[in-house]
C-alpha cells in the first residue's frame, strides 16, 4: 500500500481489498439454466463448461421434463430463464409450438447426426445425449421372491409383479410418459389401455423423478424399477444387484437437448452455451455418462452401459406423442393417480 505515497485506513484497506477481490466475480455474467437432467451429471457439465468459459456462471435449476415445460409456459410474459440445457426434445418441440424457442444454430451443430438435430434452419434445438427408457431388475430379491425377468413389457401385467414395480408419473416426468406413449403406438389404444390397467395393479408407486424406481430397485425396496439408462450403470457400477433390461428389444427413448428460451435476458452467454453443448469436446463429457450422444465415434459410454443402445430405441412417432399428451395425460390420471408420490412444492 505504501507504493500509493500514503497509509490507508485499516478499514479503508479492507474495503479496497475486497473491491479488488469482488470484481472478477462480479463481471462474469449469470446464466439461469433450466434443466431435467440428473444432479449426478449436472455438476461435471458445469465443470466442463465454466473451464472453457471461466467468464460465465451458472445457476442450475431442474425437475422433471413435465414440470419443466410448464414453468416455462408459466413465465412466458417474464422469462426466468436463459437457455434450456438437458431437456426431452418432446417438451422443447411443444414449447415451440406455443412461441416459447428462439430459433439458433450453434457453430459445430451440422457435425452432429442427424437425429440429434431439428430439422429447421436455424433449429430450434440441438441434441446433447439419448436416453433409453429400461427396467432395473433386482436378482437378489427376485430370486428370494421367485420373480422371473421379464422378457415382454407385456409380462410386467403378471400377477407375480404385484406390489413389486415403481414407475415414473407420466404427468410428472418425461420418461414415464415414454413408457406409455410408446406402448399406446406399439399395442394400439384399446390393448395398451388394458394393458396399464393390469400393470397399474402390479405397481406400488408412481414417483415424480426418472431416476428413483431404479433407485428403489438399486435397493430392494421393489424388485423391478422402470426407469432410464443414465441411472442404472453407475447403481450397477457401485455394487447394487440389479441387471439393466429392455424387454423385446425395443424401448422409449428420447434425445436430451438444449434451446435457448425467448426473450433470455442474457442471449449471448446462452448462445455459448449452446454453442458448447454442440461441440466435439463437450459430447466426450457426455459420453462419460450416457451410450448413445450426437458425435459419431463416441458411443462407448459408461460402464455396464446396454450394448448398442441406440438400436434398440423403438421407431414411433415423437409428433404423435406431442399430439395426443394431453389426451393421454388425463386419461392415464383419472386411471392411475391414486397411487402417485405426493407433488413436492
Not at 469482488?22 to 466442463?48: D, F, M, N
Not at 435397493?219 to 424387454?247: C, H, M, Q, R, W
Not at 399428451?325 to 392415464?332: C, D, K, V
Request: with cysteine.
Amino acid at each position: 500500500m505504501r507504493n500509493f505515497g500514503y497509509l490507508l485506513s485499516s478499514a479503508t484497506a479492507v474495503a479496497f481489498v475486497a473491491a479488488a477481490v469482488a470484481t472478477p466475480a462480479a463481471a462474469k455474467t449469470q446464466l439461469t439454466v433450466y434443466s431435467t437432467l440428473q444432479k449426478e451429471v449436472l455438476t461435471p457439465y458445469e465443470q466442463a463448461f465454466e473451464a472453457a468459459h471461466p467468464d460465465i456462471d451458472i445457476t442450475w435449476v431442474r425437475d422433471a421434463g413435465g414440470v419443466m415445460q410448464a414453468r416455462i409456459m408459466a413465465e412466458k410474459d417474464n422469462p426466468r430463464a436463459d437457455v434450456i440445457f438437458g431437456m426431452p426434445v418432446t417438451n422443447i418441440v411443444s414449447l415451440k409450438r406455443e412461441g416459447l424457442i428462439e430459433p439458433y444454430a450453434p457453430k459445430d451443430y451440422k457435425q452432429l447426426q442427424s437425429k440429434f438435430r431439428d430439422d429447421a434452419d436455424p433449429p430450434y434445438w440441438v441434441g446433447l445425449e439419448m436416453y433409453l427408457n429400461v427396467v432395473c431388475f433386482n436378482t437378489v430379491e427376485a430370486e428370494k421372491k421367485g420373480i422371473p425377468i421379464p422378457k415382454h413389457w407385456t409380462d410386467l401385467a403378471d400377477p407375480v409383479y404385484k406390489g413389486q414395480i415403481a414407475m415414473p408419473n407420466p404427468t410428472m416426468s418425461n420418461t414415464g410418459y415414454g413408457y406409455v406413449h410408446s406402448w399406446i403406438q406399439k399395442m394400439g389404444d384399446e390393448k395398451a389401455w388394458d394393458f396399464l390397467d393390469k400393470l397399474h395393479q402390479n405397481v406400488s408407486v408412481y414417483t415424480n423423478s426418472s431416476s428413483t424406481p431404479c433407485k428403489y430397485a438399486a435397493n430392494g425396496e421393489y424388485v423391478v424399477g422402470l426407469s432410464t439408462d443414465l441411472t442404472g450403470p453407475f447403481l450397477k457400477t457401485k455394487g447394487a444387484p440389479i441387471v439393466l433390461l429392455v424387454p423385446d428389444d425395443e424401448t422409449a427413448w428420447d434425445i436430451e437437448s438444449t434451446a435457448m428460451i425467448k426473450g433470455s435476458k442474457n442471449p449471448e452467454a446462452a448462445k455459448v452455451l449452446i454453442d458448447w453443448g454442440a461441440s466435439r469436446e463437450a459430447h466426450k463429457v457426455f459420453n462419460k455418462y450416457y451410450g448413445a450422444v450426437g458425435m459419431d465415434g463416441l458411443n462407448n459410454g459408461p460402464p455396464n452401459s446396454i450394448p448398442d443402445g441406440a438400436s434398440k430405441a423403438q421407431d414411433y412417432s415423437v409428433e404423435w406423442s406431442i399430439d395426443n399428451r394431453q389426451r393421454i395425460l388425463s386419461e392415464w390420471a383419472k386411471r392411475y393417480d391414486s397411487k402417485s408420490e405426493p407433488k413436492s412444492n
